[in-house]
């Protein structure tokens, strides 16, 4: 999306926001131009009260209620190079989630307070739809949108990952599901957080602001960067039947693209490392969001050896050497937005004694195709 067209669309996000939440938004904990800009830029949006305190009590007393009910599973990362034998979560090393067989509008707990949160994160993502230039954003649908509460005991943490990548680097399965991850939300149900209870979120954004929008460009996903804040997409349509890797050139009024990958080449199976098909000149100046280095769902067991590379060694790896960071403390109330596919983050060690606590989700919205089964 170019600059022009961004714009547009961030002014009738302002109008129609205007009319969703009133005149009093700013002082709600609403949506604001600054924040779609940041998301859409490749940065992350932090809304402090975004939710009353009432509506974070009886929510945190819902996950509370749930828990104690047996409906939280363990739900570390999964690393795709471990059998599902291999993956050893344990409920105090790793992130549990409300997925026991219930989901958000089951009639068990405080429905009512989900329902009052459900209403709230459709208003949201409604403007997000507009803001972002994401229409299929607003679609509904069962299991569109996924909606869950996290829950971390002290001593959990979760590494570093992305929770969205571009379908054809999962393989065939990648195209059977017609929607994907777009915008990654979190609003935090921690009452007085402090930042010695650790737990915090760290995000990996660029350190300057990317030159067009980022996550997507007309249905074809970013894989990396070149030259700190370019975008690098995937396009997996070519008329040739194969992929090829390129970025939007700048300051473009018409979206123009301009192909980086030395010839048309065929997505191989993860690991991936999409630098071979650039050319040599372009290679010190990549960056892959999303390797084996960095996300411990893609760690290769040495030699084979699946006993090698237990999710917590493949997490140590995912700790980052990326000087650029974001650290938000959860604190309750707190929203927290960005884009799915572009930015990297991890949740630190919970060093206290409390559990933290918090909803969590993502907004889904249309792939460029879907494999008819």
């Known amino acids: 999306m170019h600059s022009s067209m961004f714009s547009t669309h961030l002014f009738l996000f302002l109008a129609i926001n205007a009319l969703l939440v009133g005149a009093d938004a700013l002082s709600n904990g609403a949506l604001t131009e600054k924040d779609v800009a940041t ?3 490749g ?17 945190q007393n819902d996950a509370r209620h749930l828990f104690q009910s047996g409906e939280f599973q363990p739900d570390g990362l999964t690393n795709t190079a471990l059998s599902k034998s291999k993956q050893g979560f344990t409920s105090r090393a790793d992130r549990q989630t ?7 509008t089951s009639n068990v ?4 307070a989900r329902l009052d949160f459900l209403d709230r994160m459709t208003t949201l993502r409604n403007q997000l739809a507009l803001g972002l230039g994401r229409p299929t954003l607003s679609k509904e649908g069962e299991r569109r949108h996924e909606m869950t509460f996290n829950w971390y005991e ?3 943490k979760l590494g570093r990952h992305l929770d969205e990548h571009h379908e054809e680097t999962k393989g065939v399965k990648g195209w059977l599901v017609g929607t994907r991850r777009s915008v990654t939300w979190l609003v935090y149900l921690n009452e ?9 979120l760290r995000c990996y954004p660029r350190s300057s602001e990317s030159t067009c929008a980022i996550g997507s460009h007309q249905g074809n996903l970013q ?6 804040n370019q975008p690098v997409f995937l396009d997996c349509f070519r008329s040739s039947g194969m992929s090829a890797l390129y970025m939007v050139k700048k300051d473009s009024e018409i979206d123009e693209r301009e192909v980086l990958s030395t010839r048309d080449f065929d997505v191989p199976r993860q690991p ?8 040599e000149r372009l290679r010190d100046d990549f960056e892959q969001i999303s390797t084996a280095r960095l996300d411990p769902r893609f760690a290769t067991p040495a030699n084979g050896d699946e006993t090698c590379n237990t999710p917590s060694q493949a997490s140590l790896l995912a700790d980052g050497k990326e000087g650029h960071f974001i650290d938000v403390v959860p604190r309750g109330g707190t929203l927290v937005l960005f884009d799915s596919v572009s930015l990297p983050h991890l949740v630190q060690e919970v060093t206290g004694d409390r559990q933290r606590i918090a909803a969590t989700g993502w907004f889904h919205e249309d792939s460029q195709f879907q494999i008819e089964i």
Not at 272 to 279: C, D, G, R, T
């Open 39 to 41: 998301i859409s830029r």
């Open 43 to 59: 940065g992350v949006a932090v809304i402090p009260e975004f939710i009353p305190p009432s509506l974070v009590k009886a929510l």
């Open 98 to 104: 409300f997925r026991g067989g219930a989901d958000w």
């Open 109 to 112: 707990g405080d429905l009512s």
């Open 154 to 156: 002290s001593g959990a």
């Open 192 to 200: 007085n957080w402090t930042e010695e209870e650790g737990g915090a």
């Open 223 to 228: 894989i990396g960067w070149l030259g700190g």
């Open 272 to 279: 991936i490392e999409f630098v071979k098909f650039l050319p």
